[in-house]
């Protein structure tokens, strides 16, 4: 797959256009031409790319969160998930792609494991609707959490939508319920919950799978309960406004932390998550492993005391 830039990116994927280039000569002129070279234009596009990582604004975290090459449910899946089963369907209606889930086993311990899933090219966004669930999906969801209580096993979600799906169908079938019944099981179940934002967490479509006793986030991920071009349009009526909005509507990692929204940052690689998938993966399985150690030795009574806790928390810090 052919690398994707983002706008602020373009001076590095001048650089490295230029080093493909030297190395095109290099097979010409033979080996070693053009080393010294190649070796100078990588540091520098190494620091570049960390100066440009440092100090992201929030509408280019936003850029960050959506790109279209950072690890997807699919990836963490294969990645971190040993024997993985899914289980389809939500015994009513039909079977959402948008949302994956099923058991497995993480790092030895069996697991629920569900998260929404965009999809990497048209044939995949389509078939799994860019992550966008209907209520099959989040009844999918609720679902796999009853058996998770039922058989006392933990949870572990991964949050990336831009939001629910807003087609007729979807209204028509009892979205707005769906969510609701979704984020419910989430905040009474009796078993600790782990949810990871990956990427977009968007709206109510995102809080369905996040009702949990930690909610961590990848460094450039988002977490909002509309989207910048959303609520730009809604303020401003003007869409081109975007940047505007995420920079007034706190949804950066650092910023939901600081309001208790999140529990934990996890740092991706420089150049994020999409830069080095399986260090990003690696990341993201070590702090869901410590999450787990130190919540499955809590009684029902206590976890649910947690959770309750945590989300009561929310926006505390702000307002002191």
């Known amino acids: 797959m052919a690398t994707h830039y983002l706008e602020f990116e373009r001076p590095i994927a001048e650089l490295e256009t230029k080093i493909e280039e030297l190395s095109k000569l290099s097979d010409t002129a033979g080996a070693g031409a053009f080393d010294g070279e190649m070796a100078a234009l990588r540091a520098r596009v190494d620091v570049l790319r960390r100066e440009s990582y440092a100090r992201l604004d929030p509408w280019q975290k936003t850029q960050v969160a959506r790109h279209p090459q950072r690890p997807h449910f699919i990836d963490y899946a294969a990645a971190l998930i040993e024997e993985f089963v899914?289980?389809?369907?939500?015994?009513?209606?039909?079977?959402?792609?948008?949302?994956?889930?099923?058991l497995g086993r993480f790092r030895g311990i069996p697991v629920v494991v569900m998260g929404h899933e965009k999809g990497h090219d048209t044939t995949t966004r389509l078939k799994h609707n860019f992550g966008m669930a209907r209520p099959e999906g989040y009844r999918k969801a609720?679902?796999?959490?009853?058996?998770?209580?039922?058989?006392?096993?933990?949870?572990?979600?991964?949050?990336?939508?831009?939001?629910?799906?807003?087609?007729?169908?979807?209204?028509?079938r009892g979205q707005a319920e769906a969510i609701a019944r979704s984020t419910e099981?989430?905040?009474?179940?009796?078993?600790?919950?782990?949810?990871?934002?990956?990427?977009e967490g968007g709206s109510g479509g995102a809080i369905a799978l996040a009702g949990a006793n930690r909610v961590l986030i990848l460094e450039h991920s988002i977490y909002s309960v509309i989207s910048p071009e959303g609520c730009a349009s809604i303020l401003w009526r003007d869409g081109s406004k975007a940047k505007d909005a995420a920079e007034a509507m706190?949804?950066?990692?650092?910023?939901l932390l600081g309001l208790k929204i999140v529990d934990r940052i996890i740092e991706e690689p420089a150049g994020g998550a999409h830069s080095d998938p399986q260090a990003a993966i690696q990341a993201v399985g070590d702090a869901l492993e410590q999450e787990l150690t130190a919540?499955?030795?809590?009684?029902?009574?206590?976890?649910?005391s947690q959770r309750a806790e945590r989300f009561y928390a929310i926006g505390r810090a702000g307002l002191s």
């Open 185 to 199: 099981r989430g905040l009474t179940l009796k078993v600790p919950m782990v949810a990871t934002v990956t990427g």
């Open 142 to 172: 609720v679902r796999l959490m009853d058996l998770a209580e039922r058989f006392n096993l933990p949870v572990i979600t991964f949050v990336d939508t831009a939001g629910a799906y807003p087609g007729i169908g979807a209204e028509e």
């Open 86 to 102: 899914e289980l389809r369907g939500d015994r009513c209606f039909a079977d959402d792609q948008a949302i994956i889930g099923g």
């Open 295 to 304: 919540l499955m030795p809590l009684s029902a009574a206590e976890l649910l």
């Open 250 to 255: 706190k949804i950066t990692a650092q910023d």
